[in-house]
């Protein structure tokens, strides 16, 4: 089974802040890595897929890079809406599995 | 608009039954993959199953497997999960969640969830 490991866990920042993600596999899973963004008490919603592609709607300041078993989410300049909890998902499994990372909440600092 | 709505959810005794329903609308269901995944409280989220467009290849989490069994009616634009043998730790909010029509896959429209608490 693959296992998907976030970091941090948590971490606080400020608005108009850099922040970074990082998602780690325990083995390649190519490029079969999705983003989602949760706010509490709503469903998940698709920010990246494949990596490093923007799901239609999302702001151009959530980024997605990496391949193999080391990937980073990146939003470039942190807005008000952003704070929430984010995953990784490999859908790279065979049979599928579709494993989440553990998430990493971001709050406001 | 693709819409997605989940309903069944309750409270049900460890070792018991229920049936969570996903309505479908906005988009052609017969051509889309679908699959539940579930978050318990204060939790995670962990994905259970996944079934094909057209019912004919379905995969389970190990969490699940033999307990629950997904299904799909095409022309009533129906997703359901059938839920046996409940345990507490199946405590959880169930989404239904739409995959992309590309590969690598992903869960590009989700409803927004049914409660179900198993407790005695």
């Known amino acids: 089974d693959i296992q998907m490991t976030q970091s941090p866990s948590s971490l606080s920042a400020s608005i108009g802040d850099r922040v970074t993600i990082t998602c780690r596999a325990s083995q390649s899973i190519s490029i079969y890595l999705n983003w989602y963004q949760q706010k509490p008490g709503k469903a998940p919603n698709l920010l990246i897929y494949?990596?490093?592609n923007l799901q239609s709607g999302v702001p151009s300041r959530f980024s997605g890079s990496g391949s193999g078993t080391d990937f980073t989410l990146t939003i470039s300049s942190l807005q008000p809406e952003d704070f929430a909890t984010y995953y990784c998902?490999?859908?790279?499994?065979?049979?599928?599995?579709?494993?989440f990372g553990q998430g990493t909440k971001l709050e406001i600092k | 608009e693709v819409q997605l709505v989940e309903s069944g959810g309750g409270l049900v005794q460890p070792g018991g039954s229920l049936r969570l329903s996903c309505a479908a609308s906005?988009?052609?269901?017969?051509?889309?993959?679908m699959n539940w995944v579930r978050q318990a409280p204060g939790k995670g989220l962990e994905w259970i199953s996944y079934i094909s467009n057209s019912g004919n290849s379905i995969h389970y989490a190990d969490s699940v497997k033999g307990r629950f069994f997904i299904s799909r009616d095409n022309a009533k634009n129906s997703l359901s999960l059938q839920m046996n043998s409940l345990r507490a730790e199946d405590t959880a909010v169930y989404y239904c969640?739409?995959?992309?029509?590309?590969?690598?896959?992903?869960?590009?429209?989700w409803g927004q969830g049914t409660l179900v608490i198993v407790s005695s």
């Open positions: 969640a739409r995959d992309a029509l590309r590969i690598p896959r992903s869960h590009d429209s």
């Open positions: 906005g988009f052609t269901f017969s051509s889309y993959e």
């Open positions: 998902q490999e859908s790279y499994s065979v049979p599928l599995e579709y494993t």
């Open positions: 494949a990596a490093s």
